[in-house]
Each structure stands twice: as structure tokens, then as C-alpha cells.
């Protein structure tokens, strides 16, 4: 038997879409280094990269159905780049 953690990014993508929360998880694991540090360096403090990692996540797990395959982790960081982008807007509009 092989364990998610072995798999390819496309094989788990595919679990994934058929309900398989371990499969997810182990994207998660495997990219969530990476994701925080994008989310870091664009908001600028641990608790806001944080959050917005998580949230990154929670959107591409909402989405994985719209996925059309290609590179995971571009996708996530894209993800990830847009909801930080998301915050800052939401800061901004909060200073006003």
C-alpha cells in the first residue's frame, strides 16, 4: 500500500477530488513552508502570513473541483499571493 506522502502532486490532486482529506493534508505539508514564506513576505508580520496561509488553503481545498491540473504549487502560491494581496486591501481600506 502507498502512503499519500509517497505520491506525485498530480496523484494526490486526484484523491483529493474524490474526498481524500489525507491526500489533501499531505499537499499541505508538502507546500506549506512555502506558502507561508510568499504570505510573509507580503504582509510583512508572522500572525497576518499565518492566517492568510491557512485561508490560502482552506480556498484551495474549496476549489480543487476547478482545478485543471498543471503545476500545484504555482497554484497554490498564486492562491496564496492573491489572498495576501486581499488583506492588504482590506488594511488599506481599514486606515481610510
Known amino acids: 500500500m502507498t502512503t499519500a506522502s509517497g505520491q506525485d502532486d ?17 499537499l499541505v505539508d508538502r507546500y506549506e513552508r512555502d506558502i507561508y514564506n510568499l504570505c510573509y513576505r507580503l504582509l510583512g508580520d508572522r500572525q497576518s ?12 481545498y474549496r476549489s480543487l473541483s476547478r ?9 497554490l502560491l498564486r492562491i496564496a499571493a492573491n489572498q495576501s494581496k486581499d488583506e ?6 481599514k486606515d481610510r
Open 10 to 26: 498530480k496523484s494526490l490532486v486526484s484523491l483529493s477530488k474524490d474526498g481524500d482529506l489525507a491526500a489533501f493534508n499531505t
Open 49 to 60: 502570513a499565518e492566517d492568510a496561509a491557512q485561508e490560502a488553503f482552506l480556498s484551495a
Open 67 to 75: 482545478f485543471a491540473g498543471g503545476n500545484v504549487r504555482s497554484w
Open 88 to 93: 492588504l486591501r482590506r488594511r488599506k481600506r
